[in-house]
């Protein structure tokens, strides 16, 4: 089995070590990360595709060594990401008699890790949790960084607490299950750091011909990986909470949270809004004369090629300005953005004026996100449909 590399996060909390592999050895995650946390009890939160793939191998190794494992199953998706299936999480360990010397394991995408790591964060004011991550996007972004939470109807992440896991595996192994569109998803994010952090990353996704370049070219996806990771990491040990410069890392998400939220988590993933997210606050930069128009419509350019983005048609200008209006950002009603002013460079805006917000959300729905129709990704149709399963019951088993 390949030796993982190891990053410690330097945190408030002490340093969070990431273990960074393809076809890490389980064996070596239960003897130097489980056993020394000596815990009672311990919790998979998964949900049923990942667990599926990975969840039955875990659960038997645990048990295998010793431990009391309690295993709990959620239906994929962002419509598990919420409070009712949090109550739900807190009645299995309150049954299963959890105590705070138990540990929880979120084996999943962001979807798990941010609502196993609230669930941790708040279950008997605070139990220790591992952030396992399996997509391509909580391994470059979710699991790190100890932002912990659930979506609500008025906002998204809207409810949640600053937690860091005691540790990160990352076996970018499990990417070979992930789906197409989930893979593309995480491009997202990949290019959020590329445009506002990382000019390398940048000029080699502009040298990409396709997002598939990556997948199949072990070296290069280990690259993009490893440079996200460093990324973060590095944003993450200068302003842990989020008072200043962690900022940077909410480009396209202002714009991207309000159309999640207008579209009640089902209608687009979160990395296709906050790819939608970054074409609007670039079109808003050049508006208040934050962006140069060609580096606009370049930085456009590239994620418009790298990823195919669903159209925001049916969304209004006004829905949208309500839900902006919950951002946690704002300051005394003052809206608060990221640009991006040059590959890897960015700006921050504490004054836009609404309206010049409103015309860039007005011109942009117009023109149907203004992609050309033949790159347009069809929305997923709405309400409980296809992608997002209703956030119904989990499952749990015990050994
Ligand atoms: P997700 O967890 O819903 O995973 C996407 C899909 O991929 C799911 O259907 C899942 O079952 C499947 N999947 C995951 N790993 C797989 C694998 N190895 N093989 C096969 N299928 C697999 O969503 P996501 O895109 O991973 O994460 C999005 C979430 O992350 C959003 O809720 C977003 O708000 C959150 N997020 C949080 C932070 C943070 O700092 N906490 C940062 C960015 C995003």
Same mark, same amino acid.
């Given at each position: 089995?390949?030796?993982?590399?190891?990053?410690?996060?330097?945190?408030?909390?002490?340093?969070?070590?990431?273990?960074?592999?393809?076809?890490?050895?389980?064996?070596?995650?239960?003897?130097?990360?489980?056993?020394?946390?000596?815990p009672d009890a311990i919790g998979i939160v998964s949900d049923t595709t990942v667990f599926r793939h990975y969840g039955r191998d875990l659960e038997s190794l645990l048990?295998?060594?010793?431990?009391?494992?309690?295993?709990?199953?959620?239906?994929?998706?962002?419509?598990? @990401?919420?409070?009712?299936?949090?109550?739900?999480?807190?009645?299995?360990l309150c049954g299963n008699h959890?105590?705070?010397?138990?540990?929880?394991?979120?084996?999943?995408?962001?979807?798990?890790?941010?609502?196993?790591?609230?669930?941790?964060?708040t279950y008997m004011r605070g139990l220790r949790f591992l952030q396992l991550p399996t997509s391509l996007l909580a391994q470059v972004d979710s699991s790190i960084g100890g932002k912990v939470g659930v979506n609500h109807r008025c906002g998204k992440n809207l409810v949640g607490l600053f937690r860091q896991p005691a540790a990160i595996w990352t076996d970018t192994r499990?990417?070979?299950?992930?789906?197409?569109?989930?893979?593309?998803?995480?491009?997202?994010?990949?290019? @959020?750091?590329?445009?506002?952090?990382?000019?390398?990353?940048?000029?080699?996704?502009?040298?990409l011909p396709s997002v598939e370049a990556v997948r199949a070219d072990e070296a290069l996806q280990a690259e993009v990986v490893r440079r996200c990771i460093r990324a973060k990491v590095a944003v993450v040990e200068q302003d842990e909470h989020e008072a200043g410069y962690r900022r940077v890392l909410n480009f396209g998400h202002t714009f991207g949270h309000a159309l999640e939220?207008?579209?009640?988590?089902?209608?687009?993933?979160?990395g296709e809004a906050v790819a939608l997210g970054m074409l609007l606050a670039q079109e808003l930069g050049v508006a208040v004369g934050a962006v140069e128009r060609s580096w606009a419509d370049r930085a456009a350019g590239l994620v418009r090629r790298l990823l195919p983005l669903p159209s925001p048609e049916g969304h209004a200008a006004d829905g949208l300005l309500r839900h902006l209006g919950h951002d946690k950002k704002n300051v005394a009603g003052r809206h608060f953005f990221v640009f991006s002013t040059g590959p890897g460079r960015?700006?921050?805006?504490?004054?836009?004026p609404e309206p010049a917000l409103r015309q860039t959300l007005e011109r942009f729905l117009a023109a149907g996100g203004a992609a050309p129709a033949g790159a347009r990704r069809k929305p997923a149709a709405c309400g409980r449909?296809?992608?997002?399963?209703?956030?119904?019951m989990i499952s749990s088993t015990t050994s």
């Open positions: 089995m390949a030796q993982p590399e190891r990053i410690d996060i330097r945190t408030t909390s002490g340093p969070v070590p990431l273990f960074l592999g393809c076809g890490l050895d389980p064996v070596v995650l239960e003897a130097e990360l489980v056993r020394p946390l000596a048990e295998s060594r010793g431990h009391r494992v309690v295993t709990v199953v959620l239906p994929p998706g962002e419509t598990s @990401k919420n409070l009712e299936i949090a109550v739900e999480i807190y009645g299995e959890f105590s705070r010397r138990s540990v929880l394991l979120a084996l999943g995408g962001g979807v798990v890790g941010d609502l196993a790591g609230f669930v941790a964060g499990c990417l070979s299950t992930l789906p197409p569109e989930e893979y593309l998803n995480a491009f997202g994010e990949i290019l @959020k750091y590329a445009l506002v952090l990382d000019e390398p990353l940048c000029a080699r996704l502009e040298a939220t207008a579209g009640r988590y089902v209608r687009f993933r979160h960015f700006a921050f805006r504490e004054d836009v449909c296809s992608r997002g399963s209703p956030p119904a």
